[in-house]
């Protein structure tokens, strides 16, 4: 679509521009970058070690290899930023994983983590928004996303299990998972 | 990786649940760095698994108390009135 490729176009220029003002020592074009990418990679470093606290320090040593990596001028394609993220992320994640394992071998301590009070209050407001929304759910719809989403069912599974029209677990699930998307949604524009 | 791919085939869902090929997964990560909407569908639908993960034993509960057309009392006080029986 003519619209679709317009979007992606401006974001490769963003990509570019913002890289280029980071390798030039640009400092608010480093805010940007963090400003732009944090939750991304607090997410993908959620996903992938499902630990909070490991992950807000995994997003803040991936940003900052980023910067470093940006600053020393190593992203030859500006225009794969996004992927040159995704890549690092990874790479770092699996290297924590790798390490926690082995940390887990040794019985070594964990060391304390920060928080970041900001982050903190926004999570605290938006857990608190999502079970206020749960609660209002009935017990069937609780337990279509209870067993979807928590235990990986498909939606033929959760008919089974629930002695449900598979057509009826899709739009009830579609319509619980949409009511919360837009609470969330108007949570950001506050 | 198109943004109604991400909804139509449930991704979000899919990704948390460790449900998705290595190659999917990254196009997924690189979609959602890219797409701050997604990004935040994607938040909600984290956020809402947390709470689930949470409240699983009480849903399990009460769905357990309200798809029960045999409460486990009942059947119990039936199984000991046999064994009286015999």
């Known amino acids: 679509m003519e619209g679709e490729s317009a979007v992606v176009t401006v974001t490769n220029e963003a990509e570019v521009t913002l890289a280029e003002r980071i390798r030039a020592g640009d400092r608010s074009a480093e805010d940007e970058l963090v400003n732009t990418y944090r939750r991304g990679v607090f997410v993908i470093a959620v996903a992938r070690t499902r630990d909070r606290e490991a992950a807000r320090d995994l997003t803040q040593e991936v940003l900052i290899a980023i910067l470093e990596a940006l600053r020393g001028g190593q992203l030859r394609e500006l225009a794969k930023l996004s992927a040159f993220i995704q890549g690092t992320a990874r790479n770092i994640i699996n290297n924590y994983l790798r390490m926690r394992a082995h940390r887990a071998e040794c019985e070594l301590d964990i060391e304390a983590h920060s928080t970041d009070p900001v982050d903190e209050l926004e999570f605290l407001e938006r857990r608190r928004l999502v079970r206020r929304e749960l609660e209002t759910f009935s017990v069937t719809d609780q337990q279509i996303l209870l067993l979807s989403l928590v235990d990986g069912q498909s939606l033929a599974e959760v008919a089974r299990t629930l002695n449900m029209s598979h057509d009826a677990v899709r739009a009830r699930k579609s319509r619980a998972i949409r009511k919360i998307t837009k609470k969330f949604a108007s949570l950001s524009q506050k | 990786m198109e943004c109604q791919e991400l909804h139509r085939s449930e991704l979000a869902e899919k990704y948390f649940n460790g449900q998705l090929d290595p190659a999917t997964r990254d196009d997924f990560e690189v979609h959602i760095l890219e797409c701050p909407q997604c990004l935040q569908d994607v938040e909600a639908v984290l956020a809402l698994r ?21 409460p486990g009392h009942l059947i119990s006080a039936a199984l000991s009135l046999l064994r009286k029986l015999r």
């Open chain 2, 50 to 70: 947390e709470q689930l993960a949470d409240r699983a034993p009480q849903i399990r509960a009460d769905s357990q108390m309200e798809g029960s057309q045999f």
